[in-house]
């Protein structure tokens, strides 16, 4: 089956052609980086334009890169949230045109479903049931995944999300916006050690739950004492801060894959991209005696392979979305809480 997978939830406009959810045969995306970059976030208006003008170029060039025409498309997959919603309708409705001129079955994604979605793509996909850290610009929870639209939430951040740390600090330290690759650039020159941010939630009675808007605080303490970092006392400051949103992550997700006895774990979301991230549970897993999958990191910022692949698994369930499939800001991650 060629699911043709289309996303636009924030600032990325993006176009797959992926086939039995799986092998990936096209995959677009267009970023905004240059238009919100000088306002230091994403600006929804100025994003809903840009989507509507990138969104039939991004398109026709994910069908070019395929080699293949809308007539060989068998259904069609959309995020329809959580998101901005004038960012999230223009790939919606473009994907409900579509459905209903060629007669496509039609279904609408979770976008973090999306996110657990791209390790299944031209690799070596994890067994069920694993467990999952997402990490993203908006979201951070860990779930165990028992099958493709089947988790169970363990626990979340109850403030920033990660990737929303790594993009105030780097603000805080005049690095831009979006800032968390950035930081992981830097702070390769760094000492982890320099300064000592604060872990928040690590207890044990705290379970899943993560917090990081106390560590964007104490960056802006140490910005205010001792002024924006340069040279080697910048990258000193990018690794300690990297350090400690990665430290919090790899000791909450192994705690909880020791509980759980569980033997695979994958990372998904822009901040899976951290090389940090990587080689911390990658270490952990090496020591405690788990497998750990990362999507390679441009499929781990926002794509529409992940959304074919989401969709693909729901298609094969038999599901389908009416012509009148709306869009949602706020949609918890389908599923059982813990
Ligand atoms: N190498 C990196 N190190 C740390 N953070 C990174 C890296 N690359 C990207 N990020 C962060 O990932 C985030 C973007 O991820 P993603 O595209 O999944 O977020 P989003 O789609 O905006 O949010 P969500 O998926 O929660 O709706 C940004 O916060 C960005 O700074
Ligand atoms: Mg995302």
Redo the contacts with the bound molecule.
């Keep these: 089956m060629l699911v043709l997978g289309l996303e636009s ?2 600032d990325e406009t993006a176009a797959a052609v992926v086939e039995d959810g799986t092998r990936v045969l096209a995959d677009v995306v267009a970023s905004q980086n240059e238009v919100h970059a000088p306002y230091g976030g994403v600006v929804p208006e100025l994003a809903s334009r840009a989507h509507v003008v990138n969104v039939i170029p991004v398109l026709r060039g994910a069908l070019d890169q395929a080699g293949v025409s809308l007539d060989k498309i068998d259904a069609v997959a959309v995020t329809c949230g ?2 901005l919603v004038g960012a999230l309708l223009v790939a919606l409705e473009t994907a409900k045109a579509l459905a209903w001129v060629r007669g496509l079955p039609l279904v609408g994604v979770h ?2 479903e999306g ?1 657990l979605s791209a390790v299944y793509l031209d690799g070596d996909p994890p067994p069920l049931p694993h467990l999952a850290l997402i990490v ?4 951070t929870s860990l779930v165990r995944v028992d099958g493709h639209g089947d988790v169970v939430e363990l626990g979340a951040t109850r403030d920033d ?1 990660a ?2 740390a ?2 105030k600090g780097a603000k805080l330290l005049g690095l831009g916006y ?4 950035v ?2 650039r830097l702070a390769k020159d760094g000492d982890p050690h320099a300064i000592e941010f604060p872990r928040a939630m690590v207890s044990r009675d705290t379970g899943d739950a993560f917090s990081f808007s106390g560590l964007k605080t104490s960056l802006l303490h140490h910005v205010r004492s001792h002024g924006v970092p340069e040279g080697k006392a910048l990258a000193d400051v990018c690794a300690s801060y990297q350090h400690a949103i990665v430290e919090v992550l790899v000791r909450k997700t192994r705690r909880a894959a020791r509980r759980l006895a569980i033997e695979h774990v994958q990372i998904c ?3 899976a ?3 940090g991230l990587r080689a911390a549970m990658r270490a952990a897993g090496e020591e405690d005696g788990f497998r750990v999958y990362v999507p390679p990191p441009a499929r781990c ?2 794509n529409a392979a992940m959304i074919a692949s989401a969709g693909y698994w729901h298609l094969a369930a038999g599901e389908r979305a009416g012509l009148d499939l709306n869009a949602r800001a706020s949609w918890p991650l389908p599923g059982r809480r813990a």
């Design positions: 939830s924030c959580p998101g976008h973090l996110h993203s610009g908006g979201h999300a990737g929303e790594f993009d979006p800032g968390g690759a930081v992981d979301g822009g901040v991209a951290n090389s910022t926002d």
